[in-house]
């Protein structure tokens, strides 16, 4: 239970600082609009979900699995490299993705730049981090990414009041992240020999970078279309998005922290979804309290910013049971099939965010997906596993297994 409060705890107070540097940039700025670059930018936070799962993750669990220290750090070198490529890109055509979001690139220009730059460095602190969670370093991943998010924070306020050059505070962030960045891969690079397969690789994350790529599209596309409906929304959204993305940062450990487990073969599922239960309805609480006092300072429509928080924290609570099951099943069970229910669920829901012609459309597509999601996977646990005395999921195929105390 420890362990999921303090992984949780880190990648809240990470999230946490990220908008509040934002937040905190509005107001200095004395233009809320600027808060809500995070929204703009919000689609791009999939593209370094899908890289670090690809390149990361998959490495990691690779390397525990098969004892091979050499897959840990040639993911790390390839996504670094792939992450350049990719936001280097989306930095050279800024102006066209803020103008495809349906805002003013003469207005965001500068603040989306700093805001994909922020994006770049955080994933390579990310990559940093996994290696240190997966080899047991906690808290060396926790003190890697909480001092990356408040200099970040810092970086950005100091510069912020010193001046209102857009460019300078740009520039400020950027070379202070890239320094603190350069210093921990000095740090946690070795020497080794090459050795990364695809396959393999997408095997054990299928499931997370299809579900990313179909998650980059709901945003882009999603948030593309309520935008459209007026700055209303625009700002309603990005209020939640403040609110709620640090929630479902600490959230989602309960699945990091599954893989983790089961490629140690020590997952107790009884347990996974006891401690779930607990830190997703703290964090609920904690939700609901910073929607009620911060909610005076954004200047937001209360009716349509309670819609869109109900719908997170529902989802949230579906989450439970959706994020232990998915990742037991695809490492333990099919990875195809796994796969296959997560992707169907997920286009749906990239279908649902595109034709719904309502500023409500990613979170109703959400909801509804998530619970047919999590149905299909309880149809699968029951289907093929038990659950022992100790709390362990066994197949039910497997005669030779005895439970404890039988």
């Not at 350049?84 to 603040?111: C, R, S």
């Amino acid at each position: 239970m420890k362990r999921y409060f303090t992984i949780s705890l880190t990648a809240l107070a990470f999230s946490a600082l990220n908008v509040l540097t934002y937040f905190l940039l509005g107001i200095i700025t004395e233009n809320s609009a600027f808060s809500g670059i995070f929204s703009i930018t919000y689609p791009l936070q999939f593209v370094v979900a899908v890289l670090i799962s690809f390149f990361s993750c998959a490495s990691n669990i690779r390397a525990n699995k098969e004892n091979n220290k050499n897959c840990e750090q040639s993911g790390m070198i390839l996504g670094i490299l792939f992450g350049a490529i990719i936001f280097g890109i989306v930095a050279i055509f800024v102006d066209n993705y803020i103008a495809f979001m349906n805002l003013d690139p003469k207005i965001y220009h500068t603040f989306t730049l700093m805001a994909i730059g922020q994006l770049f460095l955080g994933y390579v602190c990310n990559i940093i981090i996994e290696k240190f969670y997966f080899d047991n370093k906690d808290k060396l991943g926790n003190f890697c990414s909480l001092g990356f998010i408040a200099l970040n924070l810092l970086s950005t306020v100091i510069s912020a009041l010193i001046t209102k050059n857009q460019t300078a505070i740009f520039l400020s962030n950027f070379v202070s992240l890239f320094i603190y960045i350069i210093i921990w891969l000095g740090f946690t690079i070795k020497k080794f020999k090459f050795d990364f397969n695809i396959l393999k690789n997408f095997k054990y994350e299928s499931m997370n970078i299809l579900d990313n790529i179909l998650m980059l599209l709901i945003y882009l596309f999603g948030f593309r279309l309520a935008f459209s409906f007026g700055e209303e929304y625009y700002l309603a959204i990005s209020f939640i998005n403040l609110i709620t993305d640090p929630i479902w940062d600490a959230v989602n450990v309960t699945s990091k922290i599954a893989k983790i487990d089961i490629s140690k073969s020590c997952y107790n599922y009884k347990k996974a979804i006891k401690y779930s239960a607990v830190i997703s309805i703290t964090y609920i609480a904690l939700c609901v309290a910073l929607f009620f006092g911060l909610f005076g300072a954004y200047n937001v429509s209360l009716k349509i910013a309670i819609i869109y928080l109900c719908i997170q924290i529902a989802d949230i609570l579906v989450n439970i049971f959706k994020s232990n099951l998915q990742t037991f099943l695809q490492l333990e069970y099919s990875p195809a099939k796994a796969t296959a229910i997560k992707v169907f669920a997920k286009s749906l829901r990239t279908i649902l965010s595109v034709i719904l012609i309502t500023p409500f459309n990613t979170d109703i597509a959400q909801i509804s997906c998530g619970v047919l999601g999590l149905i299909l996977f309880l149809i699968l646990r029951f289907k093929n596993y038990k659950l022992n005395k100790s709390g362990i999921l066994i197949r039910k195929t497997d005669n030779n297994l005895i439970e404890p105390n039988a």
